[in-house]
T-cell receptor
Framework: DQQVKQNSPSLSVQEGRISILNCDYT??????FLWYKKYPAEGPTFLIS?????DKNEDGRFTVFLNKSAKHLSLHIVPSQPGDSAVYFC???????????FGTGTSLTVIP | NAGVTQTPKFRILKIGQSMTLQCTQD?????MYWYRQDPGMGLKLIYY???????DKGEVPNGYNVSRSTTEDFPLRLELAAPSQTSVYFC????????????????FGPGTRLTVT
């Protein structure tokens, strides 16, 4: 049972434009969300996070938006750069337990 | 500061063989985790540890065992390898777990690609 879903396996964007990656979750108890970036043959690296008490968090070119009523979060990358080409995973956790639940990932390609 | 290191990087096992995947972190993190990633899937938690001497099952623990005798090391043991265990295995660590009011990201190792034939 996949509690965190990324329904777009891949996304292609022109350099300089905005990339929007989406993530949906089913468990209303989730209250902390993260995005990870993964290059081939490497482990995931942390990108940005958001707590459920917020609806937006920014870090440079990366912004995460959270819509709790829709159980949806998105990652915006502006402007997109070729080095952003990677697989992006969203993950969620709740305040009890010790587990992050990961989505299946979206492969982003930024075309120069 | 090497972060999280995993050995080996690649391994091919025959059905029924056993092996241990090694994981070491040098960040003095209390929490350590083992995940597997199958093609086209997200990461699934196998086992985790909240400190030396304490381990617990995650979402997919069958066929695996772990131990945590030190803060730094968290080896994953496969006793009787099966083709269903063909996967990429990631070890991770974090300073706090998700079950606290302080949430921190996990730091991942580079992974071990295991094939069981």
């Amino acid at each position: 049972d996949q509690q965190v879903k990324q329904n777009s396996p891949s996304l292609s964007v022109q350099e300089g434009r905005i990339s929007i990656l989406n993530c949906d979750y089913t468990n209303s108890m989730f209250d902390y969300f993260l995005w990870y970036k993964k290059y081939p043959a490497e482990g995931p690296t942390f990108l940005i996070s958001i707590s459920s008490i917020k609806d937006k968090n920014e870090d440079g070119r990366f912004t995460v938006f959270l819509n709790k009523s829709a159980k949806h979060l998105s990652l915006h990358i502006v402007p997109s750069q070729p080095g952003d080409s990677a697989v992006y995973f969203c993950a969620a956790s709740r305040d009890t337990g010790n587990q992050f639940y990961f989505g299946t990932g979206t492969s982003l390609t930024v075309i120069p | 500061n090497a972060g999280v290191t995993q050995t080996p990087k690649f391994r091919i096992l025959k059905i029924g063989q056993s092996m241990t995947l090694q994981c070491t972190q040098d960040m003095n993190h209390n929490y350590m985790y083992w995940y597997r990633q199958d093609p086209g899937m997200g990461l699934k938690l196998i086992y985790y540890s909240v400190g030396a001497g304490i381990t617990d099952k995650g979402e997919v623990p069958n066929g695996y065992n772990v131990s945590r005798s030190t803060t730094e090391d968290f080896p994953l043991r496969l006793e009787l390898a099966a083709p269903s265990q063909t996967s990429v295995y990631f070890c991770a660590s974090s300073i706090y777990g998700t079950g606290t009011s302080l949430r921190y990201e996990q730091y991942f190792g580079p992974g071990t690609r295991l094939t069981v034939t």
